[in-house]
């Protein structure tokens, strides 16, 4: 199992990321976003990857509150906005480059500025300040006064807006459809929508492109998320969450010149929150309050959509969880939905992970946890085909499934057979080899403990798979060689590939196990806490011989029943 490494540069202050976004232009490019709070404020930062490091994009914002974040994309310019509820209606044209050199006047990018975008005017924020320029040339900007010197390298990004747009309602839910943008606040029941193709127009009128809203009085307590899917190109379909409901609102148009709504309770569970709430592909994923994961897709049926609860299987997993702060993640790579929730009541911020393949199970009909993870995460976010965390104990974002540690830190693994009874559970037996076979890559050891009976309770032995064949045995295949086929179809581990697993060495151990004791039943457990540790088990394999025939059944252990005439 992989697990994750620090992305970009690393703070050592205190703090957390509270919010990650991935903003994504009209010709692809995508610019990783996050908010990072150190407890006194908040911090929008972009991702510059020419310096791998974050560098600040409106800075000192309200510490603790719900950023809503979405892209708006039109003919003439691409747009991000947020908004946390309290600070206005931000909008961030999202252009970046970054420094080559520069004088007190003149920045002179690595970039050619109209390439990056950069309009002939305007302001940019370098190393958490703002200047204005007043011309463009090649790859310098120019007519800049008493400038510093700024790093080889250092970001360089348009200003964000954050003053302009103060009239507009402070939304902090924010999701973009059917070229219009949708506002909403987890204080409230107000569902508001612009104009199409303007999300500076949120003037209410009857005409259809323009804007309008409506409260969405049935629900327990405000809304707590949006979402969309295609539909009907004529109609526009809108998920709107509170805690113990989910409403379809839908636009229609009649006419050319007439607009009218229809809502929809469409189940009677809802979203925990606005990071609950994650899209892949045509399906919507959401966390309730009580920790189901359910999900609303598209479908010919049930007016359109299929609804269904995607955590029947793990639910004993997350019976004691704290879902208030629960964040979902969709991982397109993997084909992953990942949630990040308090463990139990105890719990301060999200510490634990499930991880759940969106591949049904052939016999089962139904969806596989992969894993449960000791990871501690606020938000997930995409960014280039590749999947990243914001931290919820320290200001630092992490990529994940990336290495075979956690942060350069070693983690346990840990495996169990469960009790094995070879399908006679009457009868004692004598074990005397077991033989273990797999691969593992070069200095993993992993220990392994095994007991005979119930937790041990006849007897409990020790070993191991060792990191290196000692002297004289060969337990161990070093180097490896694989033929075409070695591996068969289907054992991809989450987060790892077949390649991953090839450049591991193969291992056969025959263990001798002790003749003085013959269990009913017996169970084999491994764990192993070497960093950078990889190893997939093949085979787990008993030699056995029942030591009678008939059934053996100690004294101390039976008891009888008795007729109801007794």
């Known amino acids: 199992m992989k697990q994750y490494s620090l992305f970009a540069n690393r703070l050592s202050t205190s703090g957390q990321i509270t919010r990650k976004y991935t903003a994504v232009r009209a010709d692809g490019t995508n610019i990783l976003l996050r908010v990072r709070d150190d407890g006194t404020n908040s911090h929008i930062e972009w991702y510059n990857s020419v310096d791998d490091a974050w560098d600040t994009l409106l800075p000192n914002q309200t510490t603790g509150l719900t950023y809503g974040f979405t892209g708006f994309n039109t003919s003439t310019q691409d747009e991000v906005w947020w908004c946390n509820g309290t600070e206005n209606m931000t909008l961030w044209v999202p252009i970046i480059g970054s420094v080559a050199s520069n004088t007190a006047t003149v920045i002179t990018l690595n970039e050619v500025a109209a390439t990056a975008g950069f309009p002939s005017t305007g302001t940019v924020i370098v190393n958490g300040t703002e200047y204005t320029y007043t011309g463009t040339s090649g790859s310098t900007l120019t007519g800049l006064t008493a400038l510093p010197t700024f790093d080889a390298n250092e970001g360089v990004a348009l200003a964000a807006d954050d003053s302009t747009h103060s009239a507009l309602t402070k939304y902090n839910i924010l999701h973009t459809a059917d070229a219009r943008m949708w506002g909403a606040s987890t204080t409230g029941v107000t569902l508001a929508y612009s104009a199409v193709g303007d999300a500076t127009n949120w003037t209410a009128s009857t005409a259809p492109a323009n804007p309008g809203s409506i409260d969405l009085v049935e629900g327990a307590g405000p809304i707590t998320g949006l979402s969309s899917l295609g539909g009907n190109a004529i109609d526009e379909n809108i998920f709107v969450f509170k805690q113990d409901l989910t409403i379809l609102y839908t636009l229609e148009y009649p006419s050319a010149t007439t ?272 960093e950078g540790f990889r190893y997939k088990i093949e085979t787990i394999g008993f030699l056995k011989e029942d030591i009678s025939r008939g059934v053996v059944i100690p004294d101390n252990l039976k008891r009888t029943f008795k007729s109801f005439d007794e």
Do not use: C
């Open 259 to 530: 607009r009218t709504e229809r809502v929809k309770p469409i189940r009677n569970s809802g979203a925990s929150n606005p990071l609950g709430v994650a899209k892949g592909g045509e399906t919507i994923f959401y966390i309730t309050r009580k920790g189901g994961i359910k999900s609303i897709s598209l479908s010919q049926l049930s007016d359109g959509f299929n609804f269904e609860d995607i955590t029947d299987l793990i639910r004993p997993t997350l019976e004691n969880g704290v879902f208030t702060s629960a964040s979902l993640g969709y991982f397109e790579k993997k084909r992953t939905l990942l949630l990040a929730y308090k463990k139990n009541s105890d719990s301060t911020r999200n510490d634990g992970v499930v991880a759940v393949e969106l591949i049904k199970d052939p016999e089962l009909g139904q969806h596989q946890a992969l894993t449960t993870l000791d990871w501690f995460v606020n938000d997930w976010a995409e960014y280039n085909d590749e999947f990243y965390f914001g931290a919820s104990f320290e200001p630092n974002s992490f990529k994940a499934f990336d290495g075979y540690s956690k942060d350069g830190q070693p983690f346990q693994s840990i495996f169990t057979t469960g009790r094995m009874s070879f399908g006679v559970p009457f009868v004692k037996k004598e074990i005397p080899y077991m033989l273990i076979t797999g691969w593992k890559a070069p200095g993993t050891k992993i220990d392994l403990e095994l007991q005979y009976d119930y937790r041990g309770t006849l007897a409990s032995f020790e070993s191991d798979i060792p990191a290196v064949n000692p002297e004289g045995f060969k337990y161990i295949i070093e180097p490896q060689y694989n033929l075409i086929g070695s591996f068969e179809l289907g054992t991809e581990p989450i987060g790892g590939t077949l390649e991953d697993i090839d450049e591991l060495n193969y291992f056969m151990i025959f263990f001798e196990l002790p003749y003085a004791y013959q269990p009913f039943d017996i169970q084999l457990n491994g764990n192993t806490f070497t």
